[in-house]
């Protein structure tokens, strides 16, 4: 239907579009520019301080921004939005609190202090120091140094005592000899096994073995701790060394259960053994010394101490002082072979060695002798003859004593090389008449004293018809 031209330009002018004109661009650049003027005044609001004093900021909950209030409230609200704890305090409800008629400064203002006419204000620094103010701050945590625990400068007792508690205590601060045994002694008082050892194990690096050995003899807890210590690391040096120091007070126990082979354990046991019976015949060795009624220690004074001595050392002591004894008591030289099972010849040297420096002769004779089935005797010896004779002379055996024996050897041209060196003629003169050699027999002759008893028996042999000489 077609519609009159009254009615078009009706329709047209009350749409809500509107047809295109040249004078829409004019309209467009007036509304930017009263936008620009807008957004210049605001601009100039805020960088003039003087203006603003005079404008008031108010938050959601109708506080001025800025105001001191306003400031505990964020500052409580954050708070709550973390889960750590709070930095500060509950505020109590008591404190007294800006009102809004003083809260219409701006934050500006509040840091410079700056009263805007209305009268006084403090500025936020001297807020901060207000004493109501000042206890929502967080107080400071007070040096190390005020804490005792960061102190290292504690006695004996107070290191033990940390020790005990599992706290850091170091030792190296304790040098001189007696603080270091006082932190044993408190460690031992405290009855705590780790801390009697990590002591210990301070001492054993700081202190020589012989006062760390002194030391531990008096004190059987510390001793049976570190003989555990040392069972433990397995230091097998050190265990012996502290068992020869310490023989008097080591229990017989910790002995035994030493880490050691088969083999070694035996041999521990053995010296062990060993070192209890030369304590007994130490004590009583020194009891008859003293009392002056044993011959042979008035003639023959002991030089040292049997104790801490090697077993061969000690039989050969038993053997010079108590040869004689019974097998029975604990200083018989019988009783010590059987006892820590010395061997035949081994027994022999040592006691032929002892005997001899006695110069008993008949002793060392009585060594030599055995009895067959038939009950003849012999001399027998597990050692070469030719040795003891050197055993004799070196003990200034008379010349009657080692031509019995320079006799036995065995080998006619070493026994000569003997017999002549320590001049037993009689020896030499035998031995080239069991060889029948005349002309040796015949030089031998002007070696011998002329008109001596020697002389005349050479004399009597190269006379008599019914040897065969062979020369």
């Not at 500060?88 to 003083?102: A, C, E, G, N, V």
């Not at 061969?312 to 006892?339: A, D, V």
Request: charge should be neutral.
């Amino acid at each position: 239907m077609t519609k009159s031209k009254a009615d078009e330009e009706d329709y047209w002018n009350s749409s809500k579009f509107k047809a295109f004109t040249f004078d829409d661009e004019d309209d467009e650049l007036i509304r930017l520019k009263e936008s620009r003027q807008a957004v210049n005044s605001i601009r100039r609001l805020v960088e003039e301080d003087d203006d603003e004093d005079d404008v008031e900021k108010v938050s959601w909950s109708g506080e001025p921004v800025g105001s001191i209030s306003w400031s505990v409230k964020e500052t409580a609200a954050s708070n709550q939005r973390t889960d750590r704890e709070p930095a500060f305090p509950k505020i109590p409800t008591d404190t007294p609190s800006l009102s809004k008629s003083q809260s219409g400064y701006s934050l500006s203002s509040l840091f410079k202090g700056e009263t805007g006419g209305r009268g006084n204000f403090q500025s936020f620094t001297d807020t901060l120091s207000d004493s109501s103010i000042r206890l929502y701050a967080p107080e400071l945590r007070k040096p190390k140094s005020e804490y005792k625990d960061y102190v290292s400068d504690w006695s004996p007792e107070e290191t033990i005592q940390r020790l005990q508690q599992g706290k850091t205590a170091p030792l190296e601060k304790f040098r001189s000899l007696q603080d270091k045994l006082l932190l044993l002694d408190f460690a031992v008082s405290a009855h705590d096994g780790n801390v009697i050892t990590a002591v210990l194990i301070y001492l054993k690096r700081t202190l020589s073995k012989e006062v760390l050995f002194r030391e531990l003899e008096s004190r059987q807890t510390a001793l049976r701790h570190f003989i555990h210590y040392l069972t433990e690391t397995k230091d097998q040096r050190l265990l012996l060394e502290l068992l020869r120091f310490a023989h008097t007070c080591l229990p017989v126990t910790p002995v035994y259960l030493l880490p050691f082979s088969a083999e070694d354990s035996a041999h521990v046991q053995d010296h062990y053994t060993l070192l209890e019976r030369q304590i007994i015949i130490e004590a009583t060795d020194q009891q008859a010394e003293r009392g002056g009624k044993v011959e042979i220690f008035q003639k023959f004074p002991r030089r040292a101490s049997i104790l801490n001595m090697p077993l061969i050392t000690t039989l050969y002591y038993c053997c010079f002082y108590h040869y004689s004894e019974p097998e029975g008591t604990y200083s018989s030289p019988l009783n010590i072979r059987q006892t820590f099972k010395i061997s035949g010849k081994q027994y022999f040297v040592t006691a032929l060695a002892a005997r001899a420096k006695l110069k008993a002769w008949l002793d060392v004779d009585a060594l030599f002798t055995s009895r067959n089935w038939l009950g003849f005797t012999r001399k027998k010896s597990p050692l070469s003859f030719q040795r003891v004779v050197d055993v004799l002379q070196k003990n200034s055996a008379p010349t009657q004593v080692l031509q019995d024996y320079v006799g036995l050897v065995e080998d006619p041209d070493m026994r000569i090389s003997l017999a002549q060196k320590h001049k037993c003629h009689d020896i030499v003169i035998n031995t080239y008449r069991d060889m029948k050699d005349r002309q040796q027999l015949l030089g031998y002759r002007g070696k011998v004293g002329r008109g001596s008893a020697e002389e005349r028996k050479i004399d009597e042999l190269l006379n008599n018809q019914q040897i065969r000489w062979k020369n």
